[in-house]
C-alpha cells in the first residue's frame, strides 16, 4: 500500500524559502509521476507542482518562477523548493503519486500528514 511522509514545513517571513520532503513506500517509486498539492483553510486541496517518472517538471501559475519539484529515485523522496514565500502560499503541504485521468490529475494513494507552511507578513 502507498504510503507517504512529509517534512520540512513551518514558519517562516515573507521572502524566505523552505524546502519540504516527502518520502513515499508501497510503489516502484521510479516508475510514477509525483505530485505536491496545498489546502489553505476554506479552499480545496490544489495541485501546485508535478514531476514525471523522467524528470519533467510543471507548475501552478500561483508558484511558477518560484518553487521548484525534484526528485531522488535512489531514495523515493520528491523534493518541493519554495523561494520568495508569499502569506498565501501558507497552507498544509501533500504530496501523492498521481496519474492523469480524463482532463485532470489524480492522487493514487492515500494522504499523509502533510505538512505545515505558514508565511508571515
Known amino acids: 500500500q502507498v504510503r507517504v511522509v512529509e517534512s520540512g514545513g513551518g514558519l517562516v517571513q515573507a521572502g524566505g524559502s523552505l524546502r519540504l520532503s516527502c518520502a513515499a513506500s508501497g510503489i516502484i517509486f521510479s516508475d510514477y509521476r509525483m505530485g505536491w498539492y496545498r489546502q489553505a483553510p476554506g479552499n480545496q486541496r490544489e495541485l501546485v507542482a508535478r514531476?514525471?517518472?523522467?524528470?519533467?517538471?510543471n507548475y501552478a501559475d500561483s508558484v511558477k518562477g518560484r518553487f521548484a519539484i525534484s526528485r531522488d529515485n535512489a531514495k523515493n523522496t520528491v523534493y518541493l523548493q519554495m523561494n520568495s514565500l508569499k502569506p498565501e502560499d501558507t497552507a498544509v503541504y501533500y504530496c501523492?503519486?498521481?496519474?492523469?485521468?480524463?482532463?485532470?490529475?489524480?492522487?493514487?494513494?492515500?494522504w499523509g500528514q502533510g505538512t505545515q507552511v505558514t508565511v508571515s507578513s
Open positions: 501523492n503519486p498521481i496519474y492523469y485521468r480524463n482532463t485532470d490529475y489524480v492522487a493514487i494513494g492515500p
Open positions: 514531476i514525471s517518472s523522467r524528470g519533467t517538471t
